[in-house]
């Protein structure tokens, strides 16, 4: 399950390193949608952008 | 985590023999079956599990999120389905209208909107009295914008319906939808001001990750934004029909002539949800929603069953969530209308001192996720998207901390001691007050009391404040 560090740490760098992104509103969305499947023990959506699913994979829960 | 076993289940047990570890396995199966979400759960090994049958009852197709996305689908669930549009009793919708006609909250509240300005941060006040300087136009322009004649006459045989609803979606509107102006919910003292037959609902949406930090300043910035933006977009379109030859009439959204939302729903733009807000498929509550009114000859929608009068039923997070419990779990009549009401009391002090909270917006699932992805999720599992986690139900209130789901804050009681009424209750209740600590009131109290009173009347004030 995602916790406060988790969805800190994932939307920290959205909003610093992704501010500027063409494509940044959708990746918000991409995230909070992909971290509700993923606590849903769902698989993330195909249409997810990768930028998104690396950030998942790097700052999401471990176990 | 499943959700609570229904008592309607039968138990049977099991003995089952490992053959290589000699170890004997006791598995308890708890069979039920649940009425409500018409699946079979069970408990394996002390976990639950479920076994989905998935019944679709019908699959609503929705324009995309703007031009630019493709078309929805929301499937929805057997189990979700009531009536299109609004469970209502139409006799008694008329009875109250006709009897007990409501009132803005610019009158009828106006003494704790007054208030509000007294518990804004420095930041909230100086950034409203930026809002309302910038807004204050718009909002004049509206109110005389049903007095401006059409450029031409109409043109002949061409769909007065579809060109509108195309030059409101290319100006950005999210949602638009046609129906009747129903006078029943026009407000007391907006009545005679109401020119035309048929409405042009428009909603357009706020922007998606400013809102998803509610309660901020950040979020605000958004909230009233899209109010100013909105307020533009309106003259642009009334504009255009009055270029097609037709009358056009502009429902601010900051100085409301009638509840807008009933007209929404019969214009099929959504459904009531539990929090009190429109729920439409792309942006949920997330949007700021206003009407043209027209004489144009345009075709209506029809109210749609979106399955969000039973989905709000399971759903409840906002509920669960409010800071202030100024939400309700069950339903009740008002006015002619099932509906969750709001109780006023409890969300108006939160609102006013951290601002503008909307924390029932931003943990609705629809608003964060969208509709259609939401419903799905409930055929497939008979679950709520996100309910019970921390990145749906989390939030942080200035001041007082970090809430995960299931921890809520605390207030004091006296926080929730605001001044009611209209402003000539209020005064009265203040004058009443007076006379109760000191015995009497002075002479120029007394005056000072008649002047406020004068002031009021003389004003004629229709309490317009270009806030929310």
Redesign the interface.
């Known amino acids: 399950m995602f916790k406060k560090e988790h969805i800190d740490a994932v939307f920290g760098v959205l909003n610093s390193d992704y501010k500027n992104h063409k494509d940044s509103e959708q990746l918000h969305r991409d995230a909070h949608l992909a971290i509700a499947y993923i606590d849903a023990n769902k698989n993330v959506p195909t249409n997810t952008d990768p930028i998104v699913v690396t950030l998942l994979n790097k700052y999401g829960p471990k176990d | 985590m499943g959700t609570p076993l229904p008592k309607n289940g039968f138990c049977l047990t099991s003995v089952l023999s490992g053959n290589t570890m000699r170890l004997y396995l006791y598995i308890i199966y708890f069979i039920t079956y649940s009425n409500k979400t018409r699946n079979w759960n069970f408990i394996l090994k002390g976990r639950q599990h479920r076994v989905i049958t998935k019944q679709i009852s019908h699959t609503v197709r929705r324009p995309g999120r703007t031009l630019n996305h493709e078309e929805v689908e929301i499937p929805v669930s057997s189990v979700l389905t009531t009536v299109p549009g609004v469970v209502k009793r139409d006799k008694d919708v008329s009875f109250y209208s006709s009897n007990y006609p409501i009132e803005t909250q610019n009158i009828e509240k106006a003494a704790d909107r007054e208030w509000v300005w007294t518990v804004y941060t420095g930041e909230m006040y100086e950034y409203r009295k930026h809002h309302d300087a910038v807004n204050k136009p718009l909002v004049e322009a509206a109110f005389i914008s049903g007095n401006i004649e059409p450029i031409t006459v109409p043109e002949q045989n061409i769909d007065i319906t579809e060109q509108i609803r195309q030059k409101a979606r290319e100006l950005g509107f999210g949602e638009v939808g046609f129906t009747n102006f129903d006078k029943r919910y026009v407000y007391k003292s907006k009545k005679s001001w109401v020119k035309f037959p048929n409405a042009i609902c428009l909603a357009l949406e706020q ?3 400013q809102t ?1 930090t509610i309660p901020s300043m950040e979020a605000e910035f958004a909230h009233f934004g899209t109010y100013e933006q909105e307020g533009a977009l309106a003259i642009e379109l009334s504009e255009f029909i009055r270029e097609k030859g037709y009358r056009a009439q502009i429902h601010s959204p900051n100085d409301n002539s009638a509840a807008y939302i009933p007209m929404f729903v019969e214009a099929g733009l959504g459904q009531l949800g539990a929090n009190g807000q429109l729920l439409s498929p792309h942006f949920g509550s997330r949007s700021r929603l206003m009407i043209i009114s027209t004489d144009a000859d345009v075709n209506f929608d029809e109210p749609i069953d979106y399955g969000i009068h039973s989905f709000c039923e399971s759903c409840q997070v906002c509920v669960d969530r409010c800071p202030g419990r100024a939400l309700v779990k069950e339903k009740v009549w008002w006015r002619g209308v099932e509906k969750h009401k709001l109780m006023y009391d409890r969300c108006r002090p939160v609102m006013a001192t951290y601002e503008g909270c909307g924390v029932c917006m931003l943990v609705c ?1 629809i608003q ?2 969208g509709m259609a ?1 939401v419903m799905q ?1 409930f055929v497939d ?1 008979g ?1 709520i ?2 309910k019970g ?4 139900e ?1 939030y942080e209130i200035r001041g007082k901390g ?1 809430y ?1 789901s299931g921890q809520l804050p605390t207030f004091d009681r006296q926080f929730f001691d605001i001044p009611h009424g209209t402003k000539d209750e209020h005064l009265f209740e203040q004058f009443k007050n007076k006379i109760a600590e000191q015995g009497k009131v002075s002479e120029s109290q007394a005056v000072e009391f008649a002047v406020n009173i004068e002031e009021l009347i003389s004003n004629d004030q229709t309490g317009f404040d270009s806030g929310v």
């Not at chain 2, 986690?389 to 749906?392: I, Q, R």
Request: proline content about 15%; overall charge negative.
């Open positions: 922007d998606y990750w998803q699932p964060r996720y992805p999720h599992t679950d998207l996100g986690t921390d990145n749906l989390g970090y995960p």
